[in-house]
């Protein structure tokens, strides 16, 4: 039975019902799905040894042996070494730079301290990376006989940004999942959820197209049950995770904690970022120290009014089913945590000491510089690229300036040289060259969004129509638009209003997500049409495939979409050469997707679909007129 979006999300909503109603009951069938998987895999691996058993016994007892029972031999052979490879579960190490006791005493007497409170099993690697981020990973070293190794994962932008009483609860929260005093089982089933999506990659599409018929009705069924009755379970995992966070650091630390690090991460990427990307207006190459830099500007006073933006978009943010994580409104509710101003102020408050200065002591010096000197050479070509340019848009604005002199510019000439004026000069610039568009073309939505930004920075409220035109033009900016006028109308205490755009960009938020579900994936039973590409596109596109050797078919055709439908999705399903001995067919089917998602030139919006293993689905394209758009044995 086929699972949408919508059949997911109601399963999801009586699962979590059913769940908080009687959870040892709900364990229990989890338990039993996870298992479930295995027991049909073994079953049929059970009956494939012993039919080939039973045929290598009547072979060695008959008089003559028949080529039939020969290839008989050699199909089971090969259809058991497809199940035991898919059995045969690899996880690749996660990456960072190790951490060595010797060199962090602190972080890892931490570590152990919390996971001796927890009863969680301690931790064989500790990693850092320069992602905003702590994770915990349990690797196992023999596939499906376990021998976990535990990682722990943080990231030094993380420490940097929090103070350590509240990286210590989010350390709690890490372990918490692995913790036996609540969620041993939690992390059990986690565990099999990332194998069982691991075997399906490796057996459901294994490159042999009689074992994927063998499994392809119970994969169906199973598939989208295990995944939603364990999604709920590891979003409960996620609830009980701060609760254990809370019984070692306390409900303020872990909500303090929640909170800050909602705001950080935007304060990092949309602020310290843009700063830092900046100076290629003025240097050639990249700073050096960037992240001395990054620890300077989080340990600073940020802009209560950009940080306040940054705390609202996170609590208006919804829970949703594309990710476990439960959203921080609901998160604070289940803590019992009520947010006033003057304790927003207080978290927010300049960090004295962070994290990553009490718990990796002299050692932080060297990891700042580490992973500067990473970011500088992988950074390092594009900076120098980036300096060129904007060198050139000084020229461009130069050439649009005079040029104004002595004639009108062109709707698409004013623009640019409003938006070059815009990034090089500033706004006080920009606003007559705005008005001068929006006087030629009123429903201009750059120019106009451009505007209503600049007037409500201002204070201005005529900023709103602006905004509001911008937005009748282009759907793309619906949410970011009206989160500015509702932050806007906030500040003037128009709480009211601000709600209404509160509303309309969440609700906005629900229609993008459930476009973005649907074409995400293809379903048997959606719906296609032909596509109404020209022939010289039809010609080109097939040129392209012709450059891939082992493409033999390939089919061209539209998704008949729920939302957004003014936006089509083109579908392109190639079919592949295979061979029963690749190392790994989904690699391959990646690789193959990558390379002609990066080659495309004619498709706004193309979804690349693997059709071995997938009969039905190539029937159904066949059925379409016109879908078929190469065919390498009729060369078409």
């Not at 009863?119 to 596939?143: E, K, M, S």
């Not at 939690?186 to 069982?196: D, E, G, L, V």
């Not at 990249?286 to 933006?309: C, D, G, V």
Request: some cysteine; overall charge neutral.
């Amino acid at each position: 039975m086929a699972f949408n979006q919508e059949r997911f999300d109601r399963l999801i909503q009586k699962l979590e019902a059913f769940a908080k109603k009687q959870p040892h009951l709900y364990k229990l069938q989890v338990a039993f799905l996870a298992t479930l998987g295995y027991a049909y895999i073994f079953l049929v691996l059970a009956i494939t040894l012993t039919l080939l058993v039973g045929i290598v016994f009547l072979m060695l007892n008959a008089k003559s042996i028949h080529a039939s029972s020969v290839k008989g031999v050699l199909f089971l052979l090969a259809f058991a070494l497809v199940l035991v490879r898919s059995l045969w579960v690899s996880f690749p190490p996660p990456t960072g730079l190790p951490l060595q006791p010797k060199d962090v005493p602190n972080l890892y007497s931490l570590t152990n301290e919390i996971s001796s409170k927890l009863q969680a099993p301690r931790f064989h690697h500790i990693l850092l990376t320069n992602d905003f981020n702590a994770a915990v990973v349990q690797r196992p070293r023999l596939g499906l006989l376990g021998g976990q190794q535990n990682y722990l994962i943080v990231g030094l932008p993380l420490m940097l940004a929090l103070p350590p009483e509240q990286f210590r609860a989010v350390l709690a929260h890490e372990l918490g999942h692995l913790s036996g005093n609540h969620s041993r089982f939690n992390a059990w089933i986690y565990r099999q959820r990332q194998t069982w999506y691991r075997i399906l990659e490796g057996l459901g599409q294994g490159g042999n197209e009689v074992s994927w018929l063998i499994f392809e009705r119970f994969l169906t069924w199973y598939s989208p049950f295990f995944n939603a009755y364990s999604f709920v379970l590891a979003r409960m995992d996620e609830y009980e995770a701060d609760r254990c966070s809370v019984e070692l650091t306390g409900e303020q630390n872990t909500a303090e904690a929640l909170i800050n690090s909602q705001v950080k991460a935007r304060f990092i990427q949309r602020d310290f970022w843009s700063t830092i990307y900046k100076q290629v207006e003025t240097q050639i190459e990249p700073p050096k120290m960037t992240y001395m830099a990054m620890q300077q500007a989080l340990s600073q006073r940020l802009n209560q009014e950009i940080t306040s933006s940054y705390l609202m978009e996170a609590l208006t943010k919804k829970t949703n089913n594309a990710d476990t994580h439960p959203c921080l409104t609901d998160r604070l509710k289940a803590l019992g945590y009520i947010l006033s101003n003057q304790q927003e102020v207080a978290i927010l408050a300049p960090v004295k000491i962070n994290a990553a200065q009490e718990l990796l002591g002299d050692s932080l010096e060297n990891f700042i510089e580490h992973f500067s000197q990473i970011w500088r050479e992988e950074i390092a070509t594009p900076w120098r690229q980036k300096y060129v340019e904007f060198q050139e848009s000084i020229a461009a604005l130069k050439d649009l300036n005079r040029k104004s002199q002595k004639q009108q510019l062109t709707l698409e000439e004013a623009s640019q040289r409003a938006f070059l004026t815009f990034d090089l000069e500033g706004e006080e610039a920009v606003i007559p060259l705005l008005k001068e568009i929006i006087h030629r073309d009123a429903h201009h939505a750059s120019a106009n969004y451009l505007l209503g930004q600049i007037l409500l920075n201002k204070q201005d409220a005529t900023g709103i129509k602006y905004i509001e035109r911008a937005i009748d033009k282009d759907s793309s900016i619906v949410i970011e638009g009206c989160q500015t006028i509702c932050y806007f109308l906030k500040k003037q205490g128009k709480a009211n209003e601000a709600k209404s755009y509160q509303e309309r960009a969440e609700n906005y938020g629900e229609l993008i997500f459930k476009a973005q579900q649907e074409r995400s994936n293809l379903k048997e039973n959606d719906n296609f049409e032909s596509h109404n590409i020209s022939d010289v596109e039809a010609n080109k596109l097939r040129q392209q495939l012709s450059h891939y050797p082992h493409i033999i078919t390939a089919y061209l055709v539209k998704k008949e979409l729920q939302y957004f439908p003014e936006k089509p999705l083109y579908v392109l399903s190639v079919k592949r050469k295979i061979s029963l001995f690749e190392d790994s067919y989904e690699a391959e089917n990646s690789r193959l997707a990558k390379s002609l998602l990066q080659g495309n030139e004619f498709l706004e919006n193309v979804f690349i679909f693997i059709l071995n293993s997938h009969l039905k689905m190539e029937k159904k394209f066949k059925r379409i007129p016109n879908s078929m758009i190469y065919d390498k044995k009729g060369k078409k």
